[in-house]
């Protein structure tokens, strides 16, 4: 049997030789030699053929009708495959090996061509996980094969024969195919965005094609992926969004706002926001450093705070600057003329007149026969007396034209911050009796009198208080008092003084002037006294009558003028300017030098706004200093290069 077989074989071998490399070939091997079909192969195919020496065993070929070369050769790999074999293809030789010793062998250089050649292939794998692919993959591979991943950069390496790899890269390339990812939008109730996506990201869930971010201004998570990757992100969502329960305390030192002013305007905000879960946010102002000490939730802690940030806001301040004027004119004429006849010393007939607080002529002879100062009255006066013992003749005329001028000029100006009352007050302290008490003793002298006294302020008061609005416009409260002594007296005692009031609320833009008030006042009087029916004779009936006229004129004027101040630039500019007014006022009212003894004080105020920042009394003290030989000051405040 082994002989016919050898027949055979070398009868094929002859006719494998004697045809071309393009023609059919018959082959009908019955448990061959396998080498010896390793012969007839490279014969047919004119390869050259290395072979391991485990290249063993037997080759049942069965094929009744002729193959052609290229078809041979798949016969042949087909076989090898079958037998655990594969062939390592070289420049020059393949290499014929077991299938477990291909992949330690290097290919050679040579082009390879379509066949079972054994080969390393790497895969890079994009849009699914890698292990998905393994797991897929691994049982289609002999045992002989290679299968190896690199994670890291989702690598799929596989060394296997040229065939199988063909096959499995189709298959890989069915499979790393991108879904189609769905975009999902969960909104945060408690959490806020960005610090949820940080915890989700490091629990390393997203899958290829995957993806997590945060919207800041919705404070919502996209989730963009398939299905079951966007419901497991709803579900870690859901178990992390949930109220905090964390308490955390922040303390905000306040630079322009009372503490405890913004502590009642804070808290009443928290309590309305916070309706449904009272106490859990605390506002506690602390005076001693002007803070505000807020206790809340971590989740609330900014946002309050940030609240509190908002509202101390350095403030705008007002120059309130008025002008107060006021003129008064009074003006008094009397003429009156008295006369009687003495008897005993004592008037029995004549005319007498009071006006206009003149004395009478009764006191008038009275202080003359007691032989007292006898004081006529103001104005021109002229009398006379003549006595014959106890009786004679008296008579007495007096005449008089007075006038009382007033005028006040009042420019108070006072800076205020912006819904901060401001008062000035430019007045005397005028003490009034209000009430009097003494015990009386036995005796008719009174023992331990006293009398009780109230002082009043009379002068200038000013109270405004501004608030700046949106539109740079003022509103200011104003509250003015102007008043002064009128050097009378009342019966009940005491001096009379007048107060003019002025309480308002104004609207006035900035730097614009309002007249707060007005008064022209102008009024006049007669007082006449005189003898009935013989006042109305022609000539001598001024002998018998008094007159006395009077006339007042009273202009008062009250403006005002708003300066919004916002910048130390322009309060530095605004102080300048009125340290400049006022050394022109004091220039003009001060008393000229005539270098006569004792020389006049200097009385001019001493600054013109050049640089106030320096001490105020260098200009008085600092000569003193010197002229006793101390050390000096700092050095004088220069005005146009001049101390």
Same mark, same amino acid.
């Given at each position: 049997?082994?002989?016919?077989?050898?027949?055979?074989l070398?009868?094929?071998?002859l006719?494998?030789?004697?045809?071309?490399?393009?023609?059919?070939?018959?082959?009908?091997l019955?448990?061959? @030699?396998l080498?010896?079909?390793? +012969?007839?192969?490279?014969?047919?195919?004119?390869r050259?053929f290395? /072979?391991?020496?485990?290249?063993?065993g037997?080759?049942?070929?069965i094929?009744?009708?002729?193959?052609s070369?290229?078809?041979?050769?798949?016969i042949?790999?087909d076989?090898?495959e079958?037998?655990r074999l594969?062939i390592?293809?070289?420049?020059?030789v393949?290499?014929?090996?077991p299938l477990?010793l291909?992949r330690?062998l290097?290919?050679?250089?040579r082009?390879?061509?379509?066949?079972?050649?054994? +080969?390393?292939?790497?895969?890079?794998?994009?849009?699914?996980p890698?292990?998905?692919v393994?797991?897929v993959?691994?049982? /289609?591979l002999?045992s002989?094969?290679?299968?190896?991943?690199?994670?890291?950069?989702?690598?799929?390496?596989?060394s296997?024969?040229?065939?199988?790899i063909?096959?499995i890269?189709?298959?890989?390339?069915?499979?790393?195919?991108?879904?189609?990812?769905?975009?999902?939008t969960?909104?945060?109730?408690?959490s806020?965005?960005?610090?949820?996506?940080?915890?989700?990201?490091? /629990?390393?869930?997203?899958?290829?094609?995957?993806?997590?971010?945060?919207d800041h201004?919705?404070?919502?998570?996209?989730?963009s992926?398939? @299905?079951e990757?966007?419901?497991r992100?709803?579900?870690?969502?859901?178990q992390?969004?949930t109220?905090q329960?964390?308490v955390?305390?922040?303390?905000?030192?306040l630079?322009?706002?009372?503490?405890?002013?913004?502590e009642?305007?804070?808290?009443?905000?928290?309590?309305?926001a916070?309706a449904?879960?009272?106490? +859990?946010?605390?506002?506690?102002a602390?005076p001693?450093?002007n803070?505000?000490?807020?206790?809340?939730?971590?989740d609330?802690?900014?946002t309050i705070?940030?609240?509190v940030?908002?509202l101390?806001?350095?403030?705008?301040q007002?120059?309130?600057?008025?002008?107060i004027f006021?003129?008064?004119?009074?003006t008094l004429?009397?003429l009156?003329?008295?006369?009687?006849?003495?008897?005993?010393n004592a008037?029995f007939?004549?005319a007498e007149?009071?006006?206009?607080?003149?004395?009478?002529l009764?006191s008038?002879?009275?202080?003359?026969?007691?032989?007292?100062?006898?004081?006529?009255?103001n104005?021109g006066?002229?009398?006379?007396?003549?006595?014959r013992?106890?009786d004679?003749?008296?008579g007495?005329?007096?005449?008089?034209?007075?006038?009382?001028s007033?005028?006040?000029?009042?420019?108070?100006?006072?800076?205020t911050?912006?819904?901060?009352?401001a008062?000035?007050?430019?007045a005397?302290?005028?003490?009034f009796?209000?009430?009097?008490?003494?015990?009386?003793?036995?005796s008719?002298?009174p023992d331990?009198?006293f009398?009780?006294i109230?002082r009043?302020?009379?002068?200038l008061?000013?109270?405004?208080?501004?608030?700046?609005?949106g539109?740079?416009?003022?509103?200011?409260?104003?509250?003015?008092?102007?008043?002064?002594?009128?050097?009378t007296?009342?019966?009940?005692?005491?001096e009379i003084?007048?107060k003019?009031?002025?309480?308002t609320?104004?609207?006035?833009g900035?730097?614009?002037?309002?007249?707060?008030?007005?008064?022209?006042?102008?009024?006049?009087?007669? +007082?006449q006294?005189g003898?009935?029916? /013989?006042n109305?004779?022609?000539?001598?009936g001024?002998?018998?009558?008094?007159?006395?006229?009077?006339?007042n004129?009273?202009?008062?004027?009250?403006?005002l003028?708003?300066r919004?101040?916002?910048?130390d630039?322009e309060?530095?500019r605004?102080?300048s300017?009125?340290a400049l007014?006022?050394?022109?006022?004091?220039?003009?009212?001060?008393l000229?030098?005539d270098?006569?003894?004792?020389?006049?004080p200097?009385s001019?105020?001493?600054?013109?706004?050049?640089?106030?920042?320096?001490?105020?009394?260098?200009?008085?003290?600092?000569?003193?200093?010197?002229?006793?030989?101390?050390?000096?000051l700092?050095?004088?405040?220069?005005f146009?290069g001049?101390p």
């Amino acid at each position: 049997m082994r002989r016919i077989r050898l027949i055979f074989l070398a009868f094929a071998m002859l006719c494998a030789m004697a045809v071309p490399a393009r023609a059919q070939i018959a082959l009908d091997l019955r448990d061959a @030699d396998l080498r010896s079909f390793v +012969e007839i192969v490279a014969d047919a195919t004119n390869r050259n053929f290395t /072979l391991d020496a485990r290249v063993q065993g037997t080759v049942t070929v069965i094929a009744p009708g002729t193959v052609s070369t290229s078809a041979l050769y798949e016969i042949f790999l087909d076989v090898l495959e079958l037998n655990r074999l594969t062939i390592i293809e070289g420049e020059q030789v393949d290499r014929i090996v077991p299938l477990d010793l291909a992949r330690e062998l290097a290919p050679g250089e040579r082009v390879r061509t379509a066949g079972g050649a054994f +080969e390393t292939r790497v895969f890079a794998v994009r849009n699914i996980p890698l292990d998905q692919v393994v797991e897929v993959i691994r049982p /289609l591979l002999p045992s002989e094969a290679v299968l190896s991943t690199v994670n890291q950069s989702r690598l799929l390496v596989i060394s296997d024969r040229r065939e199988n790899i063909d096959r499995i890269a189709g298959l890989i390339e069915r499979l790393d195919r991108p879904a189609s990812a769905a975009i999902e939008t969960i909104r945060l109730g408690h959490s806020t965005a960005p610090d949820l996506l940080a915890t989700l990201q490091s /629990l390393d869930i997203v899958p290829p094609g995957g993806s997590l971010s945060a919207d800041h201004r919705s404070n919502a998570i996209v989730v963009s992926g398939n @299905d079951e990757f966007r419901s497991r992100i709803r579900q870690v969502v859901m178990q992390l969004d949930t109220p905090q329960r964390s308490v955390a305390t922040a303390v905000v030192q306040l630079n322009y706002a009372d503490a405890l002013e913004l502590e009642s305007v804070i808290a009443r905000s928290v309590l309305a926001a916070s309706a449904d879960q009272p106490g +859990e946010v605390t506002v506690v102002a602390e005076p001693q450093t002007n803070s505000i000490l807020v206790t809340a939730p971590s989740d609330r802690i900014g946002t309050i705070t940030a609240a509190v940030k908002r509202l101390d806001q350095r403030p705008s301040q007002v120059l309130v600057e008025a002008v107060i004027f006021e003129l008064s004119v009074q003006t008094l004429s009397d003429l009156s003329a008295q006369f009687g006849a003495l008897m005993n010393n004592a008037l029995f007939g004549g005319a007498e007149f009071s006006i206009g607080g003149r004395p009478s002529l009764t006191s008038l002879v009275s202080a003359a026969i007691d032989g007292k100062a006898v004081r006529p009255g103001n104005g021109g006066f002229a009398g006379g007396l003549r006595l014959r013992g106890d009786d004679g003749f008296v008579g007495f005329l007096t005449a008089l034209t007075a006038s009382n001028s007033a005028r006040l000029l009042s420019t108070p100006s006072v800076m205020t911050l912006n819904n901060t009352q401001a008062e000035i007050v430019v007045a005397q302290s005028v003490p009034f009796v209000t009430g009097s008490y003494s015990t009386v003793g036995d005796s008719a002298v009174p023992d331990q009198p006293f009398q009780t006294i109230e002082r009043e302020d009379v002068g200038l008061t000013l109270r405004v208080t501004p608030q700046i609005t949106g539109d740079n416009t003022v509103r200011m409260s104003i509250g003015q008092e102007v008043s002064n002594l009128t050097r009378t007296t009342s019966a009940a005692g005491g001096e009379i003084t007048s107060k003019r009031t002025l309480t308002t609320n104004v609207l006035v833009g900035d730097g614009r002037v309002i007249m707060l008030g007005g008064l022209l006042e102008n009024g006049s009087g007669t +007082e006449q006294q005189g003898v009935p029916g /013989l006042n109305k004779l022609p000539l001598f009936g001024a002998l018998f009558r008094g007159r006395a006229v009077n006339r007042n004129q009273r202009v008062l004027l009250l403006l005002l003028r708003p300066r919004v101040v916002r910048s130390d630039a322009e309060a530095n500019r605004l102080t300048s300017e009125i340290a400049l007014d006022a050394r022109r006022a004091s220039d003009a009212i001060r008393l000229p030098q005539d270098n006569q003894y004792p020389n006049l004080p200097a009385s001019s105020f001493p600054y013109d706004g050049a640089n106030l920042d320096q001490p105020f009394d260098a200009g008085f003290i600092d000569p003193y200093v010197r002229s006793h030989g101390f050390p000096p000051l700092p050095s004088r405040i220069q005005f146009n290069g001049s101390p």
